[in-house]
């Protein structure tokens, strides 16, 4: 049996989303590696990677689950996965950060991810905001470039997908002391 | 010399207010020298505080000089009871820290600062400094303070990265 499980949570927003999730998971002897959860506007996500207990079993929280769900509504996807790819981070190549901006219509994270794909280069993080005073979409992007594609090229064809766009593209190398 | 085991988050010592030296004796000068070899052992790494290889005393390496990307800087320092006497402006960028894996994050810190310490043979020194070098320091005396990078985050949004290499 998977040793590792992959969970996403959706609901609408209150207090107790957290606290009742993490109950279940507790109760059930899982361990919570790794999350990332965040409020956009009315919805609150949670993306959880969670190791098994030794009694820990599918079914069980597979009902645990379906009961808060379908007591408080939350959305509940669980998705088994093996040792291997619970422990492992499979993104390679280095990392960068691209930021792009303008004016917001639809297309611009289509039209950027797209480009990013076609250049086998991954994106592991996304932050996007848009500001209704100014008109403006943003969004921040974390990539991997891998070794074929240098900076010199990625920003060459960023900065013209910008151009098409309308939109500003920029992309720089992450550069972290150790200290 | 020596490569020295380096301690990582939660070690107490990581916490603590680190002594003043008093005299720099052979095992100080000792320290030192291991202190100089592990920093320059760890790739990208340009400064080290006694504190990360256990020893809870105020004496802080460092030597931007070293790193990739070229910055004003005073070459190999070692500051042996470092203090902060000015600082000015700000400037936020990307610190991560061998005692914090896993993580790097976005800091804001003081543009300039003015440092004085004794040097490795005791005599009293004061430096100007600017930048990432600058930066750095602040990062290494935060240490003798029990102080982490994690303690000066103020969004987790747009300043915490889980550094993915």
Known sequence: MS?????????????????SITKDLFEAGCNIEDSSMTLLRSEFAMILLVSLGKTTTLEGLRKKFKALSDKTGLSV??????????????????PHIIAVYGADKP??????????????????????????????YTMLLEARLPRAVSLAAAKKILTALGARLGVTITIQAVDTPQL | MAILEICTIPAPILKEIARPIETVSPDISELIRDMLETMRHYTRCVGLAAPQVGKGIRL???????????????????????V??????????????????????????????????QDATGAKKIIDSQGFEAVALQHEIDHLDGMLFLDRVTSIKTDVFRRKA
């Open chain 1, 107 to 136: 297309g611009i994270v289509y039209g950027v991810s797209s480009l990013l794909a076609k250049n086998r280069i991954n994106i592991t993080d996304v932050q996007t905001t848009y500001s209704a005073n100014a008109n403006t």
């Open chain 2, 84 to 117: 902060i006497t000015g600082r000015a402006g700000s400037r936020a960028g990307r610190e991560g820290c061998l005692s914090v894996p896993d993580f790097t994050a976005n800091v804001t810190r003081a543009e300039t600062v003015t440092v004085s310490y």
């Open chain 2, 60 to 82: 802080v390496v460092m030597d931007i000089s070293v790193y990739p990307k070229p910055h004003p800087n005073h070459g190999q320092l070692i500051l042996i009871n470092p």
């Open chain 1, 3 to 19: 040793k590792h499980l992959a969970l996403s949570v959706l609901g609408k927003d209150r207090p107790g989303i957290v606290a």
């Open chain 1, 77 to 94: 996807f669980l998705k088994p996965i093996s040792n291997k790819e619970g422990q492992t981070e499979t993104s390679q190549g280095s």
